[in-house]
């Protein structure tokens, strides 16, 4: 039986958190959901996950700290660490990648571009 792959979404805006949530379960993931970059780091320190959505603007900490501290701090270099936001410009994507980013998900997010991502890096997983 196969591994079902395990996200954790992370953003201040329930709604947004909810419909990612909600998506990934359609594309036969779990999915966890964390309200702020520092929750989202103590889940990471606990447990093990196959992908990460981090939106950028977010009150404390943003995510492009977030993802800087998951990469030096936590060591989690393997871990693919998506950019899940409305401000994904070209000129953006360079300062995203330099940020430690492997991909962005623009928003709002639709079930085909929540597809195409998971299939990216989970494409064992088919519906």
């Avoid at 889940?43 to 196959?50: G, K």
């Avoid at 990469?71 to 393997?78: A, F, V």
Wanted: glycine share 4%.
């Amino acid at each position: 039986m196969k591994e079902v792959p395990l996200a954790l979404v992370v953003d201040d805006n329930a709604l947004n958190g909810r419909l990612a949530s909600a998506l990934l379960h359609r594309l036969g993931w779990q999915a966890q959901v964390a309200q702020d970059g520092p929750q989202a780091l103590e889940l990471l320190e606990r447990q093990r996950f196959d992908l990460l959505l981090l939106d950028l603007r977010m009150p404390s900490l943003d995510g492009a700290e977030v993802c800087r501290r998951v990469r030096k701090e936590l060591r989690l270099s393997s871990l693919p660490v998506v950019a899940y936001t409305a401000h994904g410009l070209r000129q953006e994507r360079a300062d995203l990648c330099a940020a430690g980013f492997d991909d962005l998900l623009p928003k709002p997010t639709t079930f085909d571009d929540m597809q195409q991502l998971c299939r990216k890096y989970a494409p064992e997983v088919s519906l």
